[in-house]
């Protein structure tokens, strides 16, 4: 894929390529976690917290934004999944911490510096609705809706679990949807167009099913100012509902089945220059 690179205040700074084995992933989600390191937060304090409330589990953006990039992609919420202890004690607990509940049935905890999401194994959103059984940390891997956001890490034996093509998708920058159903389907739209805008990513055959029609079915500006109310630097403004419509409509050939490019790079240079909030 080339090397990859992210502006800073006038500097080009080059990023690791993407991780093409498990070894590597597992590197540098040590390095994430600072797990080489003594006297950080997340040794400190954020771990030893999430361990007194049972096994502790990394699930999806944290890993695929290292997977992608390394450290210095990283530009994600950490999401804990706590497994093996009683759903009940761990409610008590986000409740005595005032735990903020988020929709997907996760508790934002605030008394951290850094951004701390973190939900009861029993408690995900998928298993909930009915829409997958959850009771492991294997079955985590369907309950995401993207697919490269579809990786575990565990902390407790250090078991990094993905789906077998998990770092082919990586490298031929293909995303899809593993998990169609969720609260929130026109947010998910406005991070596949952000992806779509800063990657330049193909999508698989269902994300395109999915973003066509929900560009037919909701108005342009709305997804626009969705984009500008939940980001910092929104960037949906810059493109074009007909332009992305029919890059929708023309599907390639690829090793993983047909894929459309929504937002094809208008400079090969510029590719993946940016690493935004997605």
């Known amino acids: 894929m080339g090397t990859q690179s992210t502006s800073t205040k006038g ?11 498990r ?7 040590k390095r994430l976690l600072e797990l080489d390191r003594d006297k950080t937060e997340l040794r400190t304090s ?7 409330l049972g096994s502790v589990a990394l699930i999806g953006g944290a890993i695929r934004d290292v997977a992608r990039a390394g450290k210095r992609g990283f530009s994600s919420d950490y999401d804990f999944v706590i497994y093996g ?12 911490l005032q735990g903020v509940r988020n929709r997907f049935g996760g508790y934002a905890v605030k008394r951290f510096k850094m951004k701390i999401d973190v939900w009861h194994i029993e408690d995900t959103w998928a298993h909930t609705e009915g829409h997958t059984r959850v009771s492991r940390p294997d079955d985590l891997l ?66 395109t099913a999915f973003t066509r029609r929900l560009l037919l079915d909701c108005t342009w500006n709305d997804i626009v100012d969705l984009d500008m109310r939940a980001f910092a630097v929104p960037v949906l403004y810059r493109l074009n509902r007909e332009a992305l419509l029919k890059r929708l409509s023309l599907p390639e050939l690829s090793p993983l089945g047909e894929v459309t490019l929504p ?16």
């Open 11 to 21: 500097f080009v700074v080059p990023l690791p390529e993407r991780a093409r084995s």
């Open 23 to 29: 070894e590597i992933l597992r590197k540098r989600i």
């Open 46 to 52: 954020v771990l030893p917290f999430l361990e007194s």
């Open 85 to 96: 202890s009683d759903r009940s004690q761990f409610a008590t607990q986000m409740e005595l």
């Open 142 to 207: 369907h309950c995401t809706f993207f697919d490269w956001d579809s990786v575990v890490y565990d902390l407790a034996s250090g078991r990094l679990i993905l789906p077998d093509d998990y770092f082919l998708r990586l490298q031929l920058n293909v995303m899809d949807i593993r998990l169609e159903p969720n609260p929130n389907p026109v947010g998910s739209l406005v991070r596949a167009l952000r992806r779509a805008a800063l990657w330049h990513v193909r999508f698989g055959s269902r994300l």
């Open 263 to 278: 937002v094809p790079p208008t400079d090969e240079k510029q590719t993946e220059q940016l690493v935004l909030p997605l």
